[in-house]
């Protein structure tokens, strides 16, 4: 006698649903772990933090001049001595980058540093800046201060961050009305300034909890600190805080980020003065760019 084929009764209940859901949790998982390693979003959850933000070591790299020699209107000589004084307790390291080795940007030279910060030098060549953008593109954090690398030692017309792949990516833009004589750009006197800011939960600020009014004059006893040129400049990304004078008679945009766009790009964010004036935003800064916060 024939013998009849036998069939498997149909799974009902939770195992049928969950051989369903499979396929989604794996898609789930790759999302975490995608967002995890290029981004910062979990390094605030416990358990996920040790994961995918280690607290190693932060290497970043210093584009420009750092001391009273810098030719910005902005020097960061305190971000550098907030960096050589407290950057071992963090684990944060810096280094000088020799900025003729950028003219070949296609060699990717940048690509060993954590952050980059750029700073103190008005002049820098177009093959300088288009490999400041290919870093970012390719997921490089930055940091930019003043009116660092606004000028071109080649080309006299070129005023401003808009040329070569860096501009793509500068969260600031000059508020020109017309036309700039030599190197003065539009300046903004801030006189005992005050740093107002919105956005509590940005890493940037945080260690300043709800104190959304930051007077310079509590914070830094640096003569550099009282009275700012800040440079005159329009947001083209998110802004983080506005600096302001004690009166209220001027202010401008004092902290700014913008994100690349597309699947792990990087970021930069912007100071409109010395972040030395609020030290512990240094150390935050480059923590949260690193996504070792």
């Known amino acids: ?12 209940g939770w195992k049928k649903h969950f051989e369903g859901l499979i396929p989604i949790l794996i898609l789930v998982l790759i999302a975490i772990v995608l967002v995890g390693k290029t981004t910062s979003y979990f390094c605030a959850v416990p358990g996920l933090s040790d994961v995918f933000c280690a607290k190693g070591q932060v290497n970043i790299g210093l584009l420009g001049v750092f001391d009273s020699s810098a030719n910005t209107e902005i020097k960061a000589t305190i971000f550098k001595s907030v960096i050589d004084s407290e950057g071992g307790k963090f684990n944060i390291y810096s280094q000088p980058i020799v900025v003729r080795a950028l ?8 690509a060993p540093y954590d952050v980059v910060v750029v700073a103190g030098e008005q002049n820098l060549s177009y093959a300088a800046r288009d490999a400041l953008g290919n870093y970012i593109a390719a997921g490089g954090k930055v940091i930019l201060i003043g009116d660092a690398g606004t000028r071109d030692p080649r080309d006299p017309l070129i005023k401003g961050w808009s040329a070569a792949a860096f501009g793509d990516y500068s969260p600031v833009r000059l508020a020109v009305s017309g036309p ?8 903004v006197e801030i006189t005992e300034p005050q740093l107002n800011y919105f956005i509590d939960t940005n890493p940037v600020l945080k260690d300043y909890a709800d104190t959304y009014t930051i007077d310079f004059t509590e914070v830094s006893n640096q003569p550099s600190c009282q009275n700012i040129n800040a ?14 004078s ?8 004092a902290i700014v980020e913008k994100k690349a766009g597309g699947f792990g790009g990087g970021n930069v964010i912007y100071f409109d003065y010395d972040p030395g004036c609020t030290r512990y935003a240094v150390i935050t800064t480059i923590k949260y760019l690193a996504g070792k916060g």
């Open 180 to 187: 700039i004589q030599g190197s003065n750009f539009p300046r």
């Open 1 to 12: 006698m024939e013998q009849m084929p036998y069939y498997l009764p149909p799974e009902e």
């Open 103 to 110: 003219e070949y940007p296609q060699q990717n030279l940048l």
């Open 246 to 253: 004690a009166d209220g008679s001027n202010f401008v945009p």
């Open 231 to 244: 440079i005159d400049v329009v947001p083209v990304g998110e802004m983080i805080a506005v600096l302001e």
